[in-house]
């Protein structure tokens, strides 16, 4: 368990700045989580962006689907301070994070897609990271087109399972300290489901746990793995 275990800050370092954003992943590499997981997706003029909602409000404040749209300011929803923050493309993330931290990209594709997966792994690819991803979806049929344009990448199948009482899943969580190596980032009840399945699917957690500093107890983390 110990030398499986990985610290992944989920969408970024998404407490303290805004998800799926170029600050969000500068401030996991400072934090030094071991992964970043984040999502992508295709706009409507082909690029691959990184953005969790297929509709833009949440994180723009625009009432857009990401197939109607291109840049625009994703910072200013989660402080003024980061206004003019723009979501950034999969190629501007893969030129920072190369050689300083890997990464699990969930590919969310919508159904307005031109050659997503191709597109997806054409990027990894010109920026040599087949070794530093792991390419992680919620659709089958999306990491069988992967494996049939590059058998080498490796591929997580996202998927939730629940054995027993599923309600007791928040206190379930809670329970899990440094002493067990999970760093959780809790958010309501949405969250916890979220890093459960991705946990257990592809072996890599989320980044913080209840009610402590995320820089201080990755430190723990880090400290109790070894």
């Not at 209840?210 to 201080?216: K, S």
Request: glycine share 6%; charged share 25%; hydrophobic share 35%.
């Amino acid at each position: 368990l110990k030398q499986d275990i990985q610290i992944t800050a989920h969408r970024g370092y998404s407490e303290q700045y805004p998800e799926n954003t170029m600050p969000a992943f500068q401030g996991a590499v400072k934090i030094g989580a071991d992964c970043i997981e984040l999502d992508v997706q295709q706009t409507r003029d082909g690029k691959i962006i990184v953005m969790h909602d297929s509709n833009l409000k949440r994180t723009t404040g625009v009432d857009k689907n990401i197939w109607e749209t291109d840049y625009l300011d994703a910072g200013s929803w989660f402080d003024k301070k980061f206004s003019g923050t723009t979501i950034p493309t999969l190629e501007e993330v893969l030129a920072y994070t190369k050689g300083k931290i890997r990464l699990n990209i969930e590919l969310k594709p919508t159904g307005y897609e031109t050659d997503f997966e191709q597109s997806v792994i054409d990027i990894v690819e010109q920026y040599h990271c087949e070794k530093e991803v792991v390419l992680s979806s919620m659709k089958y049929e999306c990491l069988e087109n992967i494996k049939k344009i590059n058998p080498d990448i490796k591929t997580v199948y996202i998927t939730s399972v629940s054995l027993g009482n599923f309600t007791v899943l928040a206190a379930l969580i809670a329970s899990f300290n440094s002493e067990t190596l999970f760093a959780m980032n809790i958010s309501g009840l949405r969250a916890p489901v979220a890093a459960i399945s991705v946990a257990f699917a592809a072996n890599v957690p989320s980044t913080s746990p209840i009610g402590i500093p995320i820089p201080q107890r990755i430190r723990s983390c880090k400290e109790t793995r070894r």
